[in-house]
């Protein structure tokens, strides 16, 4: 099967760390690997990045690896949620994340609950602090970022359309009108921009996408998606494989029907 232009995301996590999963997963065409530092140890986040490093190598290829940074979030419920009161995005706990982040040589950073371009000039200082290089991703989930969203396109290497947060921050019914205004700022802007968030819910239980679901991926890669992200769907699932195979076919297929549009991925940036 070819590759698609737009990358594919998969989050790693239980259901998709070990050697037989993960190299299956890279052979359907993951492009960029996230780990999610809300949960874990180091030394769980070693491993895979040992991992994804190791399989990918073995394939000749190279699989970036996204450090999510989980930001002021706290437990609401059966959920986390943004803290209210926290003054900045960056947490002391993502500062120490990004030790261990440095010690990695972790290739992309992603910030959680951007509000400004401050926010994102504060982590790129940290970084310096460190000797860390890497392209930092805003994730755009907040109302206040909205507000200040040309500035955090100008400020980050690229952008996330993280639609779980920012669904409880926005109407729902607004959040694909909000998705397409963010894709076509950062289009013309030239930075990479992710879609994330329950695209393919529905394959952490069945090997199959919903109608719905496919339609969202493609509508997502025919707005201008430089990349498509599974979440849960590839990291605690039932089907991780197939959720990885099913989102490139959609993802292949949407592409014929672009129209000769321009693609900014985030594995250009290296």
Excluded: C
Excluded at 206 to 227: K, N, W
Excluded at 253 to 268: C, I, Q, S, V
């Amino acid at each position: 099967m070819p590759r698609s232009r737009a990358d594919i995301v998969a989050t790693i996590g239980p259901a998709s760390e070990s050697i037989e999963v993960l190299r299956a997963m890279i052979e359907h065409h993951v492009d960029v690997a996230r780990l999610n530092f809300s949960w874990g140890s180091y030394e769980e986040h070693e491993r895979k990045i040992l991992l994804v490093r190791q399989i990918a190598g073995e394939a000749g290829r190279h699989v970036p690896i996204i450090q999510d940074l989980s930001g002021p979030r706290i437990q609401t419920g059966a959920t986390h949620g943004f803290n209210s009161e926290a003054i900045e995005a960056l947490t002391d706990k993502d500062r120490a994340d990004l030790d261990f982040g440095t010690t990695q040589k972790i290739d992309l950073v992603a910030l959680s609950f951007v509000g400004n371009a401050r926010d994102v000039e504060l982590l790129r200082d940290e970084m310096a602090k460190r000797s860390f290089k890497a392209p930092i991703i805003a994730k755009i989930e907040r109302q206040v970022a909205l507000d200040h969203i040309d500035e955090i396109i100008a400020a980050a290497d690229a952008l996330m359309v993280a639609r779980g947060d920012l669904g409880n921050e926005v109407p729902l019914e607004q959040i694909p009108f909000v998705q397409r205004d963010i894709l076509a700022r950062a289009n013309k802007a030239g930075k990479p921009v992710i879609v994330a968030t329950q695209m393919m819910l529905s394959m952490t239980a069945q090997p199959t996408p919903t109608r719905a679901e496919v339609t969202d991926v493609a509508h997502a890669i025919l707005e201008g998606a430089d990349a498509v992200m599974l979440s849960e769907e590839s990291a605690s699932g039932k089907f991780p494989v197939e959720a990885v195979a099913a989102m490139e076919r959609i993802v292949l297929e949407a592409e014929k029907h672009a129209d000769g549009r321009l693609y900014h991925p985030l594995t250009a940036l290296f």
